[in-house]
């Protein structure tokens, strides 16, 4: 395998892994289309890079599976905003005008993103289409979000935090999120049940119909 063809084959298992969570090389394999066999080798480069890790996880019967997943330090191979400039400029605004200041900052952040995306997406809709657009442009945005409905409603995942740095220094970026997709969607109640700040690899959000 050509050295450009065996570092697509490694970004495709971290791309797996982020999106699908951890699992045995068999799984990747599956996904992939090889043999369990060349993943564990690109798995094997990845760990040496300190970008995947695995536990043994013993079943009750059998031997016990290998399962692989990424490490904090996978987080820098996948789209990130500028997060220092962020940082310093949330830093920069507490300093100079607060925590009343910050929030005001965060909530016309919300009010511009709200505007911008109801541009994209009619507010005719039926909901389940309005949760697959919101999908489209969160994915756009570097989220690696995708949707799914079962049997508790729908789901908006995202996969990314592109500006993890910035919503762990200020945790109304967040909580402006959260503001964004109920005015966005309607009426609508959401529970986020997942979130990559407080140590998930993920942030799931449920969403039904009020």
């Not at 084959?9 to 599956?30: H, S």
């Not at 009750?60 to 692989?68: A, D, F, I, L």
């Not at 500028?82 to 929030?103: Q, W």
């Not at 009426?187 to 119909?209: D, F, L, P, Q």
């Amino acid at each position: 395998m050509k050295p450009e063809d065996s570092a697509r084959a490694r970004d495709k298992v971290l791309f797996y892994l982020k999106t699908k969570g951890p699992q045995t090389a068999a799984q990747l394999a599956k996904r992939l289309g090889v043999t369990p066999m060349a993943v564990r080798q690109h798995l094997y480069t990845l760990e040496q890079t300190a970008l995947v890790g695995y536990t043994d996880e013993r079943k009750h019967v059998g031997r016990p599976s290998r399962v692989w997943r990424l490490t904090p330090q996978s987080a820098a191979m996948f789209p990130d905003n500028h997060s220092e400039l962020a940082v310093g400029i949330i830093n920069a605004v507490r300093t100079a005008f607060g925590d009343s200041g910050l929030a005001r900052l965060v909530g016309e952040r919300t009010r511009t993103q709200l505007a911008r995306y109801r541009e994209r997406i009619d507010a005719e809709l039926p909901l389940e289409k309005k949760v697959a657009a919101l999908a489209v442009l969160r994915r756009d945005e570097g989220y690696m979000a995708e949707w799914r409905k079962d049997e508790q409603g729908l789901w908006l995942i995202e996969n990314n935090c592109p500006i993890c740095a910035a919503a762990s220094a200020c945790s109304g970026l967040c909580d402006g999120e959260l503001r964004l997709f109920t005015e966005l969607l309607g009426r609508v109640e959401i529970a986020r049940e997942e979130h990559i700040i407080s140590g998930a690899r993920r942030c799931a959000y449920r969403i039904t119909e009020a």
